[in-house]
């Protein structure tokens, strides 16, 4: 049965423009922006034609709803739902404290007055993305990609007090009983354990893929400094600023944990341009293990979602086929 999901419009989101910009500008357009699966965004333009980004959190805008285990919304929990205005918030609020971009926060709100569901609005970056300004002007954009260097520079050096969620362990929570490289071990056996009902190749690799994971979790030697880290950093998710900067987006995953974890990921998505943000001070067998870990959450997640109504399943299966082929060559 399809699900009827109902997004805002003009009209339901009148009272939170109002109570950001006053009475004296009316809305003329709201945009729904596609891609994101946990929260709607829209750009919502004005008669003035300033504009801003308008971040909604509720059942009807996560494709996730339904699909996802028990504690998934465990805000201890570092891998929990990653979405929330809780998350956002303190999110801005850390990227902020650590010279790191972020659009500018307007209007946090919780009170379901203005919205029947969490509400926030940004500042609306126009300048496009980092991806497709390396495209168009590839001068201009290794401009921003350095920019973007030092900040993850900053955002990596700063020491995060304990591994978890930076909104939760900002707020005073406590991190979970184990230690970081232990916490994705867990995670990537769930992230297993969802393939192999989903995946013919998946159920017959399964002990193999166990084995491959532990071998490499248990080649880790302890430490115990943690950075600030994006999670999903990346091309796609940093637009460009007014004065060519990078302002980071897709913010509500910030974690304190390992920082070769980020470079996995910037590693893949960066393509060549990651050279320009290559740190030479990682621990290679750190690097090893959470590409690997990096494989498995590109299986589950997807085949996960891929249930769902999200728009583009294909795209969901195709992910995750790419990425358990990846698995599976996995050499150890």
């Not at 709201?30 to 919502?44: A, Q, S």
């Not at 203005?114 to 496009?128: K, N, Q, S, T």
């Not at 995946?199 to 943690?226: F, I, N, S, V, Y």
Request: aromatic share 8%.
């Amino acid at each position: 049965m399809t699900t009827v999901r109902k997004f805002a419009d003009a009209d339901s989101l009148a009272p939170t423009i109002r109570e950001v910009f006053g009475t004296d500008r009316r809305v003329v357009a709201v945009d729904r922006l596609l891609n994101g699966t946990k929260k709607g965004v829209y750009r919502v333009t004005l008669d003035d034609a300033t504009s801003a980004v308008v971040y909604v959190w509720n059942a009807d805008e996560d494709y996730w709803a339904g699909l996802l285990p028990d504690g998934h919304d465990d805000p201890s929990d570092p891998f929990a739902h990653a979405s929330g205005i809780d998350f956002f918030e303190g999110a801005t609020r850390r990227l902020e404290a650590v010279g790191a971009r972020s659009p500018r926060l307007l209007l946090a709100d919780r009170s379901k007055n203005l919205y029947p569901a969490d509400i926030a609005v940004a500042e609306d970056i126009r300048g496009g993305t980092l991806e497709a300004l390396l495209e168009r002007d590839p001068q201009a954009g290794a401009r921003t990609l350095a920019q973007l260097a030092d900040m993850v520079q900053r955002m990596h050096s700063h020491r995060g007090p304990a591994f978890g969620r930076v909104a939760w362990i900002d707020g005073g929570g406590a991190s979970p009983d184990m230690t970081c490289e232990q916490a994705y071990l867990e995670r990537s056996l769930v992230h297993i354990a969802t393939a192999v009902p989903r995946d013919a190749r998946a159920a017959a690799a399964e002990a193999m893929l166990e084995d491959k994971l532990r071998t490499l979790h248990a080649a880790l030697e302890p430490r115990a400094e943690l950075g600030v880290v994006h999670g999903e950093l990346c091309a796609e998710h940093t637009l460009v600023g007014p004065d060519g900067e990078p302002v980071l987006i897709d913010i509500e995953g910030l974690m304190y944990t390992d920082i070769e974890v980020e470079h996995c990921w910037m590693r893949m998505r960066f393509g060549p341009h990651y050279e320009a943000l290559r740190n030479p001070d990682l621990d290679p067998r750190r690097m090893r293990y959470y590409q690997y870990v990096m494989h498995l959450d590109l299986v589950g997640g997807p085949l996960r979602i891929a249930e769902g109504d999200f728009p583009d399943r294909q795209w969901m299966l195709d992910i995750a086929d790419f990425h358990l082929q990846k698995a599976l060559a996995y050499q150890v």
